[in-house]
């Protein structure tokens, strides 16, 4: 059965690993990597990077654990420093809707904290995920203690609204080939690993299909026929272990096809 149709079971996953591992309250160096060398986290001065670390808590979580849930305080600024959390809502008629995977090396949740307000979305773990929780005192200890964090926020905050008008537009305005394409190829970009064959790339965010669908809005059925064609046409290659895009041009195009 295809990973698009079901991701594997992570119950062998949960019973191989460790509870003091779990437990550990320090980053490894490969999530410590992951931090640090994350865009916006890195433009910021030494001094304000050691004081957000030193703050913050490591919590680990299995994949399909709940971090947060939709309606409770915001009384954490989170940073993914492993694996993905999955941000979701839910429909007045219960369908669910994936807003985004926050990859390693992202920060977010600064804007209900802010605000003041109650969560607005379930935070849930995919795959084995670690975060850095900086509490609301600390965070705002930093606010007042470094006027280049507000500056810094404001940018990340620009940059969110840009994506997310983006995403709004192309839901608006594009057929579902040209948002599937364009959102498995910011997939790519986002967890793509080279395969040993030249040009190719595997995405390492394992999604089953019905996850791939809540974050176009449309069918699992529909999703599948589409990833089906583009297989046929050489764009992009169906394995049990994941995605392989075998042409990004040519997905690419299909994403702006509909743009022209």
């Not at 670390?53 to 993914?80: E, H, M, N, Y």
């Not at 705002?140 to 995403?167: C, D, M, N, T």
Request: charged share 25%.
């Amino acid at each position: 059965m295809s990973f698009l149709v079901k991701r594997k079971s992570w119950d062998a996953v949960r019973q191989s690993i460790n509870s003091q591992t779990m437990d550990e309250p320090i980053l490894t160096l490969e999530e410590r990597r992951a931090i640090n060398q994350g865009r916006w986290f890195f433009s910021l001065s030494p001094s304000l990077r050691h004081d957000i670390l030193r703050c913050a808590q490591v919590k680990r979580f299995l994949d399909g654990d709940l971090i947060a849930a939709r309606g409770d305080p915001a009384d954490q600024w989170i940073g993914c420093a492993k694996g993905a959390v999955r941000i979701s809502s839910s429909s007045l008629t219960g369908k669910l809707l994936t807003l985004d995977y926050v990859r390693p090396g992202i920060w977010f949740g600064d804007v209900t904290m802010v605000n003041d307000e109650l969560r607005m979305h379930d935070l849930m773990a995919h795959g084995t995920t670690t975060i850095l929780s900086v509490a609301r005192e600390d965070f705002e200890h930093l606010l007042a203690q470094y006027p280049e964090f507000s500056q810094a926020l404001l940018k990340l905050q620009a940059r969110r609204i840009q994506l997310l008008s983006s995403q709004v537009e192309d839901l608006a305005l594009l057929p579902l080939r040209a948002r599937l394409a364009k959102q498995v190829y910011q997939l790519a970009r986002n967890y793509g690993a080279p395969t040993h064959a030249p040009g190719e790339l595997r995405i390492t965010l394992q999604l089953a299909q019905e996850e791939l669908a809540q974050m176009l809005g449309a069918s699992r059925q529909r999703v599948n026929q589409e990833l089906k064609d583009m297989e046929r046409k050489g764009v992009l290659r169906v394995e049990l272990s994941g995605l392989v895009i075998c042409d990004q041009d040519a997905l690419l195009r299909i994403g702006e096809a509909a743009d022209a």
